[in-house]
């Protein structure tokens, strides 16, 4: 059969393809971006970037209620906005095959925080795969299809950078020979309407459901058991897997594909032929707990890190002492290379405007997060997607900044001399994202904040996907692009008070920031300019249109 290269995205996008799937949605999101990129190029798939996660999910949900295999993406932070929508949806069941990616990002090569999204699946009650390469994700991609339909579930797929973006060996298989893909929606009031009293019957099934998926895992053989030494064995997942087999490779391994609930036969039968069990996992302690709450004796983050990524010098260092299997690398230090914006960057004239007004600057997520380090150092906070927006209304309100009636609010505090009024900033895609209900909030309750927009064309951090302010859809059909004027003025901001200006201009920008920060009422400033990667990728592009046609 034909073999191909592929990253771990890439094959979700195959292995979904192969599954029959006709939905994809998603927001973009390092690790997890290439997924959906790839699936937009199958055909008979519909994709789409939706505004946000908890969005993409929903979408997916009502796609899957009306028949149809539905597959979204997300790095392990989206599953915070999406988890709403994961909760209740356990409760809800699908009627065809639902598949959610979490893509988890230890070390946080580009993410604010390194959660160990394990945990949501036994929070939320629905099963959890864990591919160990390329070949796998296409294949747990497949047979988590499957099993969402067969345990009426939704099922999280988990992934990590590592598997995301390493690239292996993928033989392709036969296309979905399932039932046809039908869009139709049949009323199930009692399943699909959570009012409290369906909900406890639901909870019930769900219960139900998880009993019947612990006891199926012993038989599946994507938990499988490698004996060699009896001696030494471990149990582990992912990406950690190869990882032990290259710093252990005589040792006895219990390779878990599904992560929860766990194979609890399958676990007692290997420590019954192993004298000594180690796990290995990134982040948490998962499986380590589990383990030891059957009553087994097993070691782990005694020995390994809870944060960071593991690789198999890490594994075999802790356990040097115990038994160690060929050479160790040697670590060769690297220069540091810090992150900086690029060159020509459209933010650069912003930040280095607002480091010269020494404003308190609440910042947000995207490549403009940069703006905290030097030479601009004009950030000072940092959180989540959309908390710029409603994180200066805190300072405001605490630091007693008068609001839009004049009245200082009586929080208590002692104001300081020389406070000043704080300025919060995003991107555009943040702000379609997660940033239109905090401007919402600051409207409602009077608070006088600055916000700025920066609206480069795109959802650079990414990779250049397209975003509701950039006219265009993911397919690069063209789409109506938020006009911010009539967004400012639907939610109370006058006119006067929302300006657009050239990201290019500085004297334009500092003008329109101390004019519109003096204000005491709520302002939007909008600075525009197209992130210059783009531009450049655009001109190229438009060269070689040119050169085809002769032109």
Known sequence: MEKLLLSGNEAVALGAFEAGVKVGTGYPGTPSTEILENLTRYPGVYTE??????????????????????????????????????????????????????????????????????????????????????????????????????????????????????????????????????????????????????????????????????????????????????????????????????????????????????????????????????????????????????????????????????????????????????????????????????????????????SKLGHTVTGDIGCYTLGALPPFTSIDTCVDMGASITIAQGIEIATGIEIATGVEIATGIEIAEGVKKPIAVLGDSTFTHAGLPGLLNAAYNGRNSLIIVLDNGTTAMTGMQPNPLSGERINGQPAVSLDYVKLGEAVGIERENVRIVDAYKPKEIEKAITELIAQNTLSLLVVQGLCVILRRRRQRKEKANSEKIGI
């Open 49 to 354: 970037w939706s505004v946000n996660e908890k969005v993409a999910l929903e979408v997916a949900i009502g796609a899957a209620l009306s028949g149809v295999r539905s597959l979204v993406t997300m790095k392990h932070v989206g599953l915070n906005v999406a988890a709403d929508p994961l909760f209740t949806a356990s409760y809800i069941g699908v009627k065809a095959g639902l598949v959610i990616v979490s893509a988890d990002d230890p070390d946080m090569h580009s993410s604010q925080n390194e959660q160990d999204n394990r945990n949501y699946a036994a929070a939320a009650k629905v099963p959890m795969l864990e591919p160990s390469d390329s070949q796998e994700v296409k294949d747990f991609t497949r047979l988590a299809f499957d099993l969402s339909e067969r345990y009426d579930t939704p099922v999280l797929l988990r992934s990590t950078t590592r598997i995301s973006h390493s690239k292996s060996v993928v033989i392709p298989g036969k296309a979905y020979r399932g039932r046809e893909a039908v869009g139709n929606f049949q009323r199930n009031i009692q399943k699909y309407v959570m009012i409290p009293s369906y909900a406890r019957m639901r909870h019930v099934e769900v219960e139900r459901r998880m009993e019947r998926v612990t006891q199926d895992a012993d038989e599946l053989d994507i938990n499988r058991v490698e004996l060699r030494d009896r001696v030494l064995g471990f149990v582990t997942a992912g990406v950690c897997y190869t990882y032990v087999r290259e710093a252990f490779p005589e040792a006895s391994v219990l390779k878990l594909g599904m992560v929860y609930p766990l194979p609890e036969k399958v676990i007692g039968e290997f420590f019954q032929k192993v004298e000594k069990v180690y796990v290995v996992e990134e982040l948490d302690p998962f499986l380590e707990f589990r383990i030891k709450a059957m009553g087994l004796t097993v070691e782990g983050k005694r020995y390994f890190p809870i944060t960071g990524e593991l690789s198999p010098d890490r594994i075999r260092r802790p356990l040097g002492a115990v038994q160690s299997q060929g050479r160790m690398m040697s670590d060769f230090p690297l220069p540091p290379r810090p992150p900086q914006l690029c060159p020509g960057c459209p933010h650069r004239t912003v930040f280095q405007t607002l």
